[in-house]
Structure formats: C-alpha cells, structure tokens
C-alpha cells in the first residue's frame, strides 16, 4: 500500500469543496524530514491562502475539519502558519507492516492501470567500439523494465541494434582495403574494430583538411564582428550600452568557441600528420569519405559481395556485445535492430507523402515540423534513407505488433533534438494518443572531468571495465572478510559486488546530470553504493545464521509486531514506504527514487539495530518482532535491488 497516494487521496476528496482542481496543491503533501512534525506534512494552506485571499490557518483548519482520515492517523495538528502535520496511528502501521510481512509483493500493490510498454534500450551500434554510454543505457533500461513489471505492467524490451548503418561501410571498406588476414582469423572482432578505427581516423582526417578553410573564414569572421562591436561609440544611454557590452561578451565568446575548433581541428590534423605511415594511407585513399558511403549504399542495394560480408561480420559482433550482456545479466525480449526495418523504408516515405507531412525540398524528402529549425529528413537526395526514416519504420511496426501505450527511448541526452522531431512527426503521422519518451541520461565523465574513457579504448574496452569492477570488488571483499570464505567464494561474492557497484553507481545518480566514474566511490562501504547495501543485507542475515532461525518460519508465525521504541516506529514506516519509491520511479522514469530509498530504509535499520538489541531483546515476544522487522528489512532490500538489476549475498 502506498501510505502517501492514500493520504493524498483523502486531501483530495477534502480539498475538492475549496478549489476545482487540488491536483498541484495534492504534491505539497510529503513526508516529514523530522518525526517532530509528524510523520507526513501537508504545506497546501500557505499557497491556498493567498489563492483564496484568506489566512492560512483558517484554510487549514477547513481542511482538517473535512479530512477523513481518522483510520490512518491518530493526531492532526495545525502548527505555525498554518502546516498540517499528520502522525499515523500505530496500530495501522502493524496492520500495514504484517500485511506486508505476508506478502511476497511485501505490500506493494499493483498499479490500478496496467499499461504497455515498449522500452528501447542499450541499441548500441554494432561493429563500433562499446563504450560506458552503453552499460548507462542498458541498466537504466533493465531498470525500468524491472520496476514497471514488477508494478502489473506489461513491457516488452526492444534492443534497436545499429547494425545497418555507415559503420558498416566503414568496415567494409577496412576489410576490403587493410585486413590483416592473420589477425582477423585469429581475434575478427578485435581486427574488425582495428580496421573500424583506421577508417575513422583516415575520414575525419580528409575531411578535417577539407573543413579547415571554413574554420579559418569563421574565425576572421567572427573576430570582425567582435571588433565591430567594439568600435561602437558610447550612446549615453544606461540600458542601451549595457545592452552592447552584453552583445560584445557573446560575440566574445563565440570568436573563442570559433577559435577552439579552429586549433582542436588543426591539432588533430597536425597529429595525424606527424605519422608517416598513416600519411601514406590517406594519400592513397583521398576519396575515402565518399567510398565508405558508396560501401553502405552497396549493402543496403543488396550487393552480393558486401551482404555475405556483413552475413559473416554481424554474428561476429553481436557474440561480443552478448557477452558483456552475459555478466551484467541483461536480457531481451526482442533484438530488432535497424536492419530488420529495411524493407519497410520506402513505404514509411510514401505514406509520409500521401499524408502530405513529407515533402521535396532541394533533392531531399523533408518532414517540416512546427518549432523546429530544421526539417527531419527522411530520404537524402540520392535515395538513401536515415536513422530518422528507420526510426519512424520501427514506431510504425511496434504499434502493429504490440500496440503499446507508452514508448520509451533510453538515450543519451545528445539525440534529444532527433527523439523531439521523430516524437513530432510520428503524433502527425498517426500516433497521437502514444506516450513516447526520451528517457534522456548525461555523460560519464572521468576524474579529470572530460567524458570518461575506457583505459585500452577498443572493443575489449567496456569488458575491461567489467574485470577491473571486478577485481577492485574481490579486493574490497577480501579485506572485509570476517568469515575467511574460500577463495572460489570470494571470487563470486565479487563478482556480484563489482557486477552491481557498477549498476547501481549509475542508477544511484539522478540520471539527467553527468557523474564522474570511479571505481573507489562506487565501492565504498559508507556511501550510498550497492556494496553498502549488499553488506547491510548480509548482516542481517548473519543474525539469522547466527541465531540459527528460520526466517520463513517465524513468518509464518502469529508473531505480533511491536513499535514500542522510536528506533522501531521509524524503520517500521520506512519499510512502508517502498511501493511509494517504486511509484515515484515509474512516475518519471528515475531509478534513484530507488536507490535512495534503499539507502535511507538501511540508514533506518542501522539505527534500529544500534539502540534495540535484537537476539537479546529481552522477552521472546520483543525478540521475534524485532527479528520480523530484520527480516522484512532484509526482503525489502533484496527485492529492491534486484529491481535494479543488483543480486545479494547471504555471505560477505
Ligand atoms: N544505435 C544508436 C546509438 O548508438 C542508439 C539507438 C537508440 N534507439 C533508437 N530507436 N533510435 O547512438
């Protein structure tokens, strides 16, 4: 049950005689910070008050005198300006907490409204390096995908693989040009993301060279209108010169943002330059830029040659980002990737066209879209399609097949302008009714700020962040190792600590901002990290193993509980809390409603187990609802980090 949406509940129903619609006012009913003001708090006369014209208190008071909430809470009182401070009677919180005791859903309901999911997550372009962009979007994903079924909803996890776009071309033409036949038998992978790079490298050169003359006109440009700016004499008027200072600083600013990629540009080439054998390839490949697309053009005609070769390189790649799936655990219901959508292209442009939402401009097929700069071009000029066109296939097929109620996109923020058009063009096109979101997430950065990067920068990259996560977990586990477990056992506990510090690093943090990689933080025994609450989840047990009692037993029990202690009444609410973290979670598609739950509920039992003694409680009765209350604490941990893909040790 969550205790908060009830509590709203009642306010609404209360609320309804004073205004139309208590839906915003409803959020300014929380959970108190501190027991002294109760355990919920209700701030919505103070905004009410000046709404109404009225004081607050006596708004307040109205509120109270309709409330019907006796059953949950023993005291409401208005304190101060007119706060509405709500303590729940204790008697309710056992009758919740024994539900929840018997419940393998540990008292959190199924949502009312059972909605359909298709969630689009990991989708990492095969044939490209996996980078730690990756691991953020196929956890945040594996998340929701956990969170939203375990609320009653139905999802189905759509891993949009890139494997039908220019990479490929790049490949084959690095095959095709500068296979090292020895090395592709031996690692075709490692060779395939060799060549990968090589072609890369060898693209951004000629073309670097090529832009070098438009970075230089900006710059000159750029600094004119600076000193333009400049020249302008003092009007005398405050507000206008003000106004020309302000203009001055962003034509400033952007003169140097000008120059910055004038000289990164310039470096990258003067580097590249500085190697002979790389010189002599570009020299011999001057047209590499346009070869690579005429390779992908090929394929996606059906070209014999470079379809087998794709036929042959594809399983290749999957197998290798399968097994980073493998160690994290994650798993899909369908691998459409953007291959599997090429047949559908052309029909997706035509009805576009039918519908009049597409139209020709300059050789292109163009979707213009209300508020947008720049149209969605779904069809270049020389017929090839575009991630857009894919994009719109794949909308169009998901609703055939599954006809979902809500699609979520699980992508980096950088593609939010692409999702805005796709989202735009696919309501015109038919799809209006469809909640579609970009579930957007920032960048990983390294300690030195700048995005993170992977130690050996190659395939075996993102595998390597594994072992090192890995590694770093066996050291922490054995330094903590009262118990002395078998060196086998220590090395599967790590694994299921690195494993899950991983995870539960990224999901821990609010997923729109960036966050800095560290391997120290994420397996810090204090913080809020998986590795904290995977040790509070076998301390708790060990009381059981210790004690040598049967959990399931003495829940089976007619044990009563017992909230005499404050220590007691506060992890006691706490645990009640946990379907509101869940809802909170689906409500905006944020795992850290989660996470710092978790971290609070084990803060709660630290305390709990500080000031109550639990084995030697002092009468059998105490002993076994404080050991209920362990143990729901210990169910409540577990099943919540397994939401987040994060797996628990009995032994640590
Ligand atoms: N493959 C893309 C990339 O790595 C992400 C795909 C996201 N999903 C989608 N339907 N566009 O950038």
Not at 94 to 104: N, S, Y
Not at 230 to 243: E, V
Not at 302 to 314: I, K, P, R, T, V
Not at 476 to 503: F, H, I, T
């Amino acid at each position: 049950m969550n205790v908060l949406a009830i509590i709203r509940s009642r306010f609404r129903s209360a609320l309804e005689s004073l205004i139309d619609d208590p839906a915003d006012v409803l959020d300014m009913i929380r959970t108190s910070q501190d027991s002294k003001f109760g355990d919920y708090q209700a701030n919505c006369a103070m905004p009410l008050g000046k709404r109404l014209d009225k004081p607050p208190r006596e708004i307040a008071q109205q509120i109270v005198d309709s409330l019907e909430i006796d059953d949950l809470c023993d005291v409401v009182e208005i304190a101060g300006p007119g706060f509405i401070n709500l303590r729940l009677r204790d008697d309710f919180l056992i009758d919740q907490l024994t539900a929840a005791v018997h419940d393998d859903r540990l008292g959190v309901d199924a949502a009312t409204i059972q909605r359909k999911y298709v969630i689009d997550y990991s989708s990492p372009n095969v044939a490209k390096p996996m980078h730690v962009g990756h691991i953020r979007s196929t956890v945040i994903g594996d998340a929701l995908c956990k969170i939203l079924r375990f609320l009653g909803h139905e999802v189905i996890s759509d891993n949009h693989l890139g494997d039908w776009g220019t990479q490929f071309g790049m490949i084959l033409y690095g095959y095709k040009n500068f296979r090292d036949e020895q090395s592709y038998d031996t690692s075709p992978v490692v060779e395939l993301s060799r060549l990968y790079r090589l072609v890369v490298g060898l693209i951004d050169y000629h073309s670097g060279k090529q832009k070098l003359p438009q970075l230089e006109a900006d710059v000159i440009a750029r600094r004119a209108a600076v000193e333009d700016q400049r020249s302008l004499a003092p009007s005398g008027d405050k507000q206008a010169d003000k106004k020309v200072v302000k203009a001055l600083r962003r034509l400033e600013s952007q003169a140097d943002a000008a120059r910055q990629t004038l000289e990164d540009s310039q470096r990258k080439i003067a580097e590249f330059e500085a190697d002979a054998d790389a010189m002599a390839l570009a020299a011999a490949h001057p047209d590499i830029p346009r070869a690579v697309l005429r390779e992908t053009a090929a394929l996606h005609a059906g070209d014999a040659e470079n379809l087998s070769l794709w036929n042959e390189f594809l399983p290749q790649c999957r197998a290798d980002i399968q097994r980073v799936y493998d160690r994290l655990d994650i798993k899909f219901d369908v691998e459409h990737g953007e291959s599997f959508y090429h047949d559908r292209l052309s029909a997706v442009v035509q009805s576009m066209e039918q519908a009049e939402l597409a139209r020709e401009s300059e050789g292109a097929t163009c979707v213009f879209l209300d508020g947008f700069d720049t149209p969605m071009i779904i069809r270049k000029q020389d017929g090839a399609y575009l991630y857009a066109t894919t994009d719109l296939a794949t909308i169009d097929y998901r609703m055939q097949e599954w006809s979902p109620d809500a699609m979520l996109y699980v992508v980096d923020h950088r593609q939010g302008e692409h999702f805005d058009k796709l989202f735009a063009a696919a309501r015109l096109w038919r799809y209006g009714d469809v909640e579609f979101q970009h579930v957007s997430f920032g960048t990983v950065l390294g300690e030195d700020g700048r995005p993170y990067k992977t130690r050996t920068g190659d395939t075996v990259g993102l595998e390597g962040l594994l072992d090192e996560a890995e590694q770093k977990a066996y050291e922490v586990v054995c330094e903590n190792d009262v118990a002395g477990m078998p060196d086998e056992q220590r090395r599967k506990v790590a694994s299921v600590v690195g494993m899950g510090a991983l995870k539960y690093a990224d999901l821990s943090h609010n997923r729109t901002s960036d966050y800095v990689f560290s391997y120290d933080k994420m397996l810090n025994l204090k913080g809020n990290t998986a590795t904290y609450m995977q040790y509070a989840y076998a301390r708790v047990r060990s009381i059981f193993a210790r004690g040598q009692l049967d959990a399931d037993e003495l829940r089976r029990s007619s044990t009563r509980i017992v909230l005499g202690h404050p220590a007691e009444r506060e992890l006691g609410k706490e645990l009640l809390r946990f379907s509101e973290a869940l809802e909170q979670s689906s409500a905006d598609y944020r795992p850290n409603h989660l996470t710092n739950y978790l971290f609070d509920l084990a803060k709660r039992y630290s305390t709990f187990f500080e000031e109550c003694h639990v084995l030697k409680a002092g009468s059998d009765e105490l002993r076994d609802s404080r050991l209920i209350l362990c143990d729901l604490t210990a169910r409540t941990i577990r099943c919540g980090l397994a939401l987040l893909g994060v797996d628990v040790v009995e032994k640590m």
